[in-house]
């Protein structure tokens, strides 16, 4: 069983940053594609980056540009470097991670809040 641990969500100003972390139990870390999805209320949760074990990245459109997502294999982590951000922003955001044999898990969410 995989579990994954964020941090770093909280309340910014618009044009702000943040960088959310997560750290993951799994003992193939390196195989997995990570990634980083965002759900606002009311609204369905939506994929805002994600990078493969060989490192290929992509970006929701919304967020090309101002999002950065890196991982670190040997401290099994994943980031979401966040620059410029906007009220539009304000969701919780979950850490992903997908094995090689395509099972899924999340992690609880973090809260990010950009206000204007």
């Known amino acids: 069983q995989v579990q994954l641990v964020e941090s770093g969500g909280g309340l910014v100003q618009a044009g702000g940053s943040l960088r959310l972390s997560c750290a993951a139990s799994?003992?193939?870390?390196?195989?997995?594609?990570l990634g980083w999805y965002r759900q606002a209320p009311g609204k369905q949760r939506e994929l805002v980056a994600v990078?493969?074990?060989?490192?290929?990245?992509n970006y929701a459109d919304s967020v090309k540009g101002r999002f950065t997502i890196s991982r670190d294999n040997a401290k099994n982590t994943v980031s979401l470097q966040m620059n410029s951000l906007k009220p539009g922003d304000t969701a919780s955001y979950y850490c992903?991670?997908?094995?090689?044999?395509?099972?899924?898990?999340w992690g609880q969410g973090t809260q990010v809040t950009v206000s204007s």
């Open positions: 992903y991670l997908q094995t090689r044999f395509r099972s899924d898990y």
């Open positions: 799994s003992s193939t870390f390196n195989l997995n594609t």
């Open positions: 990078i493969t074990s060989r490192g290929s990245t």
